[in-house]
């Protein structure tokens, strides 16, 4: 019996035909024809993963039909690898940065940042018809040769797997190490002992302990900013500003205020809006950097703002979305539930706080960027104390109108495992909400043990 | 034959906990300090007591702690955090405060695990991951500074320079002597074993320093009189093993055990538990930042990540103790989930071979369930050494003739 596959309806093409156009960091624009196009011939043909009609599918785009910009991240999702393999034909420099870090600075460079979600996206699309077992375990062979280099024990392995092999043109390793993760920092420094000699590593170091509130941590992390875009400025051969580095802060804290916006614009309604599939994928566009070009990204969350608020004055239903559903706060770095199996077990994630922190930092735009840049990533709530942290999260809790919270932090996982009890027992104490710790295998598929876990917390709820 | 010193050395580790308790009668106070860079002189001249917090081996505490620190840290950080769960420990429970510093994420993370759950006050030194830089250097010097503000706000007195230059010439000859000691153990006709100084350097992590000092000069007196000119040679018949790798702290001895029951001989570390951190500590300036300048700049920690492989001050030292020791082939130990030795076990197994040194990476928790395990694989690795090395004999004699 053959896969089946999901196709989206004509039913909903001349309403998606009248939405914007997506315009590229390189001023090429994309036409709501053209997205159609692709996400009906050409894009099953090549991913047809994607399109498989399969439970075990977490991150599958989320079928929301009748909202366009659903369309156009899948379009921006399933077109990544293709945007980079271009990119890098056209000379542009890539570099590969930590999750739950801003950009602000790869972009005054005119880099690409890629995180090691977006890295995995970039080699998963290289390798075409796959569906979604081929798909992940062509992942997982690779991921276990970065688990030989260096530790089968290892969440993050710094795009070792990718780059060493010679599969991705990454051009600089360069992350903010030590923020939310230690393995990426170990993943980094392995580098140096793998064949590609000519991938430039950097150490963007984050101090720790009550960071924010000290001057020369701020000033020294500072310095790390100051000497990160020297290096990328080494790899592109150009000369990076001061100036452009206001403007990538103000271009960012446009993104992040919209991203913002909408997302309290969501948790406003008195029936979400979308599922949890669509609020995360348009959320994380505060941010800019999720599909590997921060224009495309800025157009289609303006775009989705405005859907958004429609759907919240008309109290529009997302797609798939019960009535009454539990509302999930989803804890812990570089993790996710199932989101459309919790939505038929009853629930809706409403909120994450990784990404979502430093998506809620703007950036002072008057005087020395650098220092400002530092100063906030210092402040990111996420990075902060126990206590400080908690507190943070009780309050997007709260606004979220959230039942239930689940820490899930990654096997492997020290950096946020060591902490996930502390956090949820603040939460629980102050909250009442009921809370629980899920564990999670990076990269596998939506296993049902772990489903049955978050099923029976939905129920309990 | 044995040193009579190291019964004294027993006797008084035995001794301290009830000392310990009526120090603190007399209002002195018990700092417990967790780290590689915590600069140890700046808390001593405060007129604080360091203690060592470095316990292991019992997986007991390993369960315990990871209800609190999550079964995914380091075995080693779960049995601290265990410890404190169960405040048990006769040294634990003498401690005022404690200082920790951020060199291992891990470490740090039990700082902050300690402090919410055990309500402990703690003091955390941040440690610069770029620490070869300058701007590091002028942000540690900051940390220590800072460091020692809030140890002054605990000792609710300043520091005084010249309490820190006693202090620091204390430590010195503690270190000068060590290292004098040091070479005994890896000599030919040795008269104290590896596993001897190794017990006589984690000591030091709980007495009294100005009594330990006097403890290791009579050690070394002793084995000057026993041994008037240690010598260091490699072909003395034995399998001669270097431990690298995962610290091994008090009580957690399996791997050591095992090395001595089939027949292999230390004789030399770079154990951050070990010799290591009484290396190389040049302190040029007898201030907070001068002190702990020193202590960034020995031989840096593996949490510490440096990322040009050729210049590497870890992996030179390690050449260099290997050299100096004569030994014969390294036992990398790694302790579950103790990710700055576990990612590099094969990156140095590769450097070392360059070299002609064999590598054996053990990787082990503390629970005895792969003692055996653990024992075939080091006794075949023992026996490749002795082998390898009957083999280089008969090809020398075989070149002579």
Redesign the interface.
């Known amino acids: 019996m053959g896969t089946q596959l999901f196709r989206y309806s004509e039913d909903n093409k001349e309403k998606f035909l009248e939405s914007d156009n997506i315009t590229f960091n390189d001023g090429s624009v994309v036409t709501p024809e053209e997205i159609w196009h692709y996400l009906t011939v050409e894009g099953p043909e090549k991913y047809p993963g994607s399109f498989e009609v399969n439970l075990y599918q977490g991150n599958r785009a989320s079928r929301d039909e009748t909202l366009p910009t659903s369309l156009k991240t899948h379009y921006l999702g399933l077109t990544f690898s293709d945007r980079m393999e271009k990119a890098k034909d056209r000379g542009k420099s890539i570099a590969f940065i930590q999750g739950g870090q801003a950009v602000d600075p790869y972009t005054a460079a005119d880099t690409i940042a890629l995180r090691p979600g977006l890295v995995n996206q970039w080699y998963g699309g290289l390798e075409h018809g796959n569906d979604i077992n081929k798909a992940n375990l062509r992942r997982r062979k690779s991921k276990e040769k970065a688990f ?4 089968f ?2 969440c993050q392995t710094g795009g070792y797997e990718h780059v060493q092999e010679g599969d991705l043109r990454i051009d600089v390793i360069a992350p903010y ?2 923020l939310r993760c ?2 990426v ?9 793998g064949p590609k000699k000519d991938v430039k ?3 963007v ?1 984050y ?3 009550y ?1 924010a509130d ?1 001057p ?2 701020i ?2 992390f500072a ?2 900013l100051r ?1 990160l875009v020297g290096t990328l400025d080494e790899v592109t051969g150009r000369v990076t500003t001061e100036e452009d580095v206001t403007k990538a802060i103000q271009l960012h804290n446009e993104g992040r205020r919209l991203g913002t916006e909408l997302a309290e614009l969501w948790w406003s309604a008195d029936v979400p809006p979308t599922n949890s599939a669509d609020r995360a994928s348009l959320v994380a566009l505060g941010n800019l950097e999720v599909h590997g070009d921060v224009q495309a990204s800025l157009s289609v969350l303006k775009e989705a703002k405005k859907f958004i608020a429609e759907r919240v004055r008309n109290g529009v239903k997302g797609h798939a979305v019960i009535d009454n559903p539990k509302r999930i706060f989803i804890l812990g770095s570089c993790v996710g539930i199932n989101g459309s199996r919790s939505e038929d077990a009853g629930a809706i994630v409403v909120g994450r706080d990784d990404q979502w922190s430093h998506c809620t930092s703007l950036v002072e735009e008057e005087g020395d960027p650098y220092y400002n840049l530092a100063k906030t990533t210092l402040e990111y709530p996420y990075e902060q ?3 400080k942290r908690a507190h943070w999260t009780i309050e997007q809790i709260r606004k979220s109108r959230a039942d239930g919270v689940i820490f899930i ?1 990654n ?5 946020q ?6 956090i949820v027992d603040i939460i629980k104490r102050e909250t009442g909400i009921p809370t629980y ?1 899920h ?1 999670l295998e990076l990269g596998g598929l939506q296993h049902e043990q772990e489903q049955n876990r978050v099923n029976a917390f939905i129920e309990m709820l | 034959m044995s040193i009579k010193t190291l019964e004294k050395v027993r006797k008084r580790l035995e001794e301290r906990p009830e000392e310990l308790k009526r120090a603190r009668e007399d209002g002195r106070k018990v700092v417990g300090w967790v780290g590689y860079n915590v600069p140890e002189e700046i808390i001593h001249a405060l007129g604080f007591i360091p203690v060592r917090i470095a316990v292991g081996g019992d997986d007991r505490l390993v369960e315990v702690g990871a ?8 075995v080693f ?1 779960r049995e601290i955090v265990g410890a404190f769960a169960e405040n048990q420990d006769p040294f634990i429970q003498q401690t005022d405060f404690l200082a920790f510093d ?1 060199t ?3 470490n ?3 700082a ?2 300690i ?3 055990f309500k402990k006050d703690v003091v ?1 030194l ?1 440690v ?3 620490f070869d ?1 300058d ?2 250097k ?2 540690f010097a ?2 220590a500074n ?1 460091f020692t503000r809030l140890l002054e706000e605990r000792a609710e007195a300043p520091l005084d320079a010249s309490r820190l230059a006693e202090s620091v010439a204390l430590y010195n000859d503690i270190r000068k002597t060590l290292k004098s000691i040091y070479v005994f153990q890896a000599a030919k006709d040795n008269v104290i074993s590896w596993e001897e100084v190794y017990d006589l350097i984690q000591a030091g992590e709980l007495l009294d320093k100005q009594e330990y000092l006097s403890l290791l000069q009579q050690t070394l007196a002793e084995l000057q009189e026993l041994q008037q000119n240690p010598v260091i040679e490699g072909d003395d018949g034995n399998s001669r093993l270097f431990i690298s790798g995962s610290l091994i702290p008090r009580g957690d001895r399996k791997l050591i055990g095992i090395i001595k029951s089939v027949g292999g001989r230390i004789v030399g570390d770079d154990l951050w538990s070990g010799i290591l951190p009484h290396l190389d500590l040049d302190i040029k300036e007898i201030s907070p930042a001068g002190v702990a300048l020193a202590y960034l700049n020995r031989t840096p920690h593996a ?1 510490l ?5 050729a210049s590497d001050k870890r992996l030179k030292k390690l050449h260099e103790l290997l050299s100096e020791s004569k030994a014969q082939g390294v036992i990398y130990h790694t302790l ?2 103790c ?2 030795f ?6 140095t197994k ?2 070392l071979a360059k070299s002609g040194i064999p590598l054996l990476e053990i990787h082990t928790e503390y629970a005895g369930s792969d003692y055996e395990a653990m024992k075939t694989r080091v006794e075949a690795f023992v026996e490749m050494i002795k082998i390898k090395s009957e083999i280089t004999e008969e090809e020398g004699v075989l070149a002579d003739a």
């Open positions: 030989h280099d260096m530790s024990e290892a190490t030590v230690s393995d920092s170990y993943g980094v420094e392995a580098h140096r002992h590593l950097f150490n170091d101090p720790l302990r960071q000290k020369w941590a000033e020294y310095q790390n000497r104390s126990i206590e932090h096997w492997g996982c020290n950096t495992a060591a902490v996930a009890r502390p710790i564990e | 209800r609190y620190a999550s079964s995914k840290t380091c950080i951020a291992c994420l891990q740090y993370r039990a902050e695990v402090e919410y759950f955390v941040g610069p991951r770029n830089w701007e590091a002028q942000y900051h940390e800072e949490a990540p440096y990322l040009d492989l579950r989930y990710d700055p576990t990612f590099k076990a094969k990156e590769n450097v």
